[in-house]
C-alpha cells in the first residue's frame, strides 16, 4: 500500500502546490493527509467538479503552475464539458493532473450506482483524450509513474489523469478534526423538516449521508417509507 504523504511528497516535487477537488471515499486518506499538511491557499474543497476543473485552471492562468484536481470517477461527468470546452489543447491548453478514485472497477463488488460508471471509465478518458494511468497498492514505482505522467501532461498542455483503485493508501487519521461551529447539524435540519411534514407530503432526498438520515429517522418515529424516494446514486 501506498502512504498518503508519499505520494503528496511526489506531486509537489513536480512542482503542483495548489490542490482542489471533491471528497471521495477510495481517496480519503490522501484527501486527509493534503488537509493537514496545506494551508487555506493551497487547498480548496470544491462544491463539484466543475469548480474544481475551474479552481484549477484559474491557478494555472494566474501562476504558470498546474494543480491537483482529486474527485470520484462518477464526478466525471460534472467534469467534462470545462475539460473539454476549457482546458482542452484545442482550447486554453491548461495542464493540470487529476486524481480519480475508481469506484465500480469491474471484478471488484461496488453497489449499484458505480457499476455502469467504472467499466466505462477507461473508455470514456481515452475519449476524453486524455493520458492516464493506474495507480494501485502494488506499483511498482510511483515516483516514476508520476513523473512520466507530468511529463506527458507538460509536453501536450492538458489535464492527465491518475486512476486510483480501492485499497492504493495506507491509513491516515486527521491530526484535527474541525470542530463543528453551526447552530444546527444536518440530521438536526432533516428531523426538523421530516416533524412538520403532513401525511401526503413526498420527500425526494440527495445521494448519500441524506438518504441514509431520512431513512434511520423515518423509522426511529415508525414512519413508513412510501412518501419517500431516497436516491443511491446522480452524484452531484
Given at each position: 500500500?501506498?502512504?498518503?504523504?508519499?505520494?503528496?511528497?511526489?506531486?509537489k516535487e513536480e512542482g503542483i502546490?495548489?490542490?482542489?477537488?471533491?471528497?471521495?471515499s477510495l481517496l480519503k486518506h490522501?484527501?486527509?493527509?493534503?488537509?493537514?499538511?496545506?494551508?487555506?491557499?493551497?487547498?480548496?474543497?470544491?462544491?463539484?467538479?466543475?469548480?474544481?476543473?475551474?479552481?484549477?485552471?484559474?491557478?494555472?492562468?494566474?501562476?504558470?503552475?498546474?494543480a491537483l484536481v482529486y474527485m470520484?470517477?462518477?464526478?466525471?461527468?460534472?467534469?467534462?464539458?470545462?475539460?473539454?470546452?476549457?482546458?482542452?489543447?484545442?482550447?486554453?491548453?491548461?495542464?493540470?493532473?487529476?486524481?480519480?478514485?475508481?469506484?465500480?472497477?469491474?471484478?471488484?463488488?461496488?453497489?449499484?450506482?458505480?457499476?455502469?460508471?467504472?467499466?466505462?471509465?477507461?473508455?470514456?478518458?481515452?475519449?476524453?483524450?486524455?493520458?492516464?494511468?493506474?495507480?494501485?497498492?502494488?506499483?511498482?514505482?510511483?515516483?516514476?509513474?508520476?513523473?512520466?505522467?507530468?511529463?506527458?501532461?507538460?509536453?501536450?498542455?492538458?489535464?492527465?489523469?491518475?486512476?486510483?483503485?480501492?485499497?492504493?493508501?495506507?491509513?491516515?487519521?486527521?491530526?484535527?478534526?474541525?470542530?463543528?461551529?453551526?447552530?444546527?447539524?444536518?440530521?438536526?435540519?432533516?428531523?426538523?423538516?421530516?416533524?412538520?411534514?403532513?401525511?401526503?407530503?413526498?420527500?425526494?432526498?440527495?445521494?448519500?449521508?441524506?438518504?441514509?438520515?431520512?431513512?434511520?429517522?423515518?423509522?426511529?418515529?415508525?414512519?413508513?417509507?412510501?412518501?419517500?424516494?431516497?436516491?443511491?446514486?446522480?452524484?452531484?
Amino acid at each position: 500500500m501506498l502512504e498518503p504523504g508519499h505520494l503528496f511528497q511526489l506531486i509537489k516535487e513536480e512542482g503542483i502546490e495548489f490542490f482542489t477537488g471533491v471528497p471521495d471515499s477510495l481517496l480519503k486518506h490522501f484527501c486527509a493527509w493534503v488537509q493537514d499538511h496545506s494551508s487555506a491557499k493551497e487547498h480548496v474543497i470544491a462544491a463539484n467538479e466543475g469548480n474544481a476543473i475551474g479552481l484549477a485552471a484559474g491557478v494555472f492562468l494566474g501562476t504558470g503552475k498546474p494543480a491537483l484536481v482529486y474527485m470520484q470517477n462518477s464526478g466525471l461527468g460534472n467534469a467534462i464539458n470545462p475539460l473539454t470546452s476549457l482546458t482542452d489543447p484545442e482550447v486554453y491548453q491548461i495542464p493540470m493532473l487529476l486524481m480519480v478514485g475508481w469506484r465500480g472497477e469491474p471484478g471488484k463488488g461496488d453497489q449499484p450506482q458505480h457499476r455502469k460508471q467504472g467499466r466505462i471509465t477507461p473508455q470514456l478518458l481515452d475519449v476524453l483524450d486524455l493520458p492516464w494511468r493506474i495507480l494501485d497498492g502494488d506499483t511498482s514505482s510511483p515516483a516514476s509513474l508520476v513523473e512520466e505522467l507530468c511529463g506527458e501532461m507538460r509536453e501536450q498542455q492538458k489535464p492527465a489523469v491518475l486512476l486510483v483503485r480501492a485499497g492504493t493508501f495506507e491509513n491516515y487519521e486527521r491530526d484535527e478534526i474541525d470542530a463543528n461551529t453551526l447552530s444546527m447539524t444536518r440530521e438536526d435540519s432533516i428531523q426538523k423538516i421530516i416533524d412538520g411534514l403532513e401525511p401526503r407530503d413526498v420527500v425526494v432526498a440527495t445521494t448519500g449521508k441524506t438518504s441514509r438520515e431520512v431513512y434511520e429517522y423515518r423509522n426511529e418515529r415508525g414512519d413508513g417509507h412510501g412518501n419517500d424516494f431516497l436516491n443511491i446514486g446522480a452524484m452531484g
